[in-house]
Each structure stands twice: as C-alpha cells, then as structure tokens.
Nanobody, 115 residues
C-alpha cells in the first residue's frame, strides 16, 4: 500500500523552528526523489524543497538558508528542518514522492507562524 504520512506541523512564533517528517512506504521511497510543497490560503501550491536519492537538494529562494531537507533511507523518511520561521511560511505543507511518471502526495500538515 502506497502511503505518505506527514507530521510535525504546529503553531509557532516568528523566529521559531519546526521539523516536519514524512514517512513513506518503502515501495515509493526507495530510489525516488522526495519533495515538500506548501499551499497557503488563496495561493497555489509551491515547491519548498526537493531531495534526490543521492541527497542533492534544491530550495525555493524564499526558504534558502532557513530550511534544510534531509532523508534517512533506512527509515524511509524525509525531514524538513525549518528555522527562523516567518508569518509568510504559514501554509499546509505536503510531502510528495516522485515515482517514475507518478506523483504521490501525503495528506498535509498545518504550519502556522504567528507574528
């Protein structure tokens, strides 16, 4: 069964930190790139960060230097460490697995940053 389960979202004050986790079933994690997206109310879903199987990462300009994406291949899990959070980081954060021509999405986790 294909499964992506995000966790770690919370309400945090500006300047604070959170770590999001995305646990994936082995069938979609192994050998595939993983990514985090976010969607704020009234806005389109946007890429936050992406990591390849080899650990190469890319980040949206808005989060560079503040967020760090990593993967633990033994645990089939990716982590998004978010530091120096800003109110504009408020959104539902979604994990995505890129499997060949298919994409699998998690259910999302809410991150709210208060000013």
């Amino acid at each position: 069964q294909v499964q992506l389960v995000e966790s770690g979202g919370a309400l945090v004050q500006a300047g604070g930190s959170l770590r999001l986790s995305c646990a994936a079933s082995r069938s979609i994690f192994t050998g595939n790139a993983m990514a985090w997206y976010r969607q704020a109310p009234g806005k389109q879903r946007e890429l936050v960060a992406r990591i390849t199987t080899g650990g190469n990462t890319i980040y949206a300009d808005s989060v560079k230097g503040r967020f760090a994406l990593s993967r633990d291949n033994a645990k089939n899990t990716v982590y998004l460490q978010m530091n120096s959070l800003k109110p504009e980081d408020t959104a539902v954060y979604y994990c995505k697995a890129e499997v060949s021509s298919d994409n699998y999405w998690g259910q999302g986790t809410q991150v709210t940053v208060s000013s």
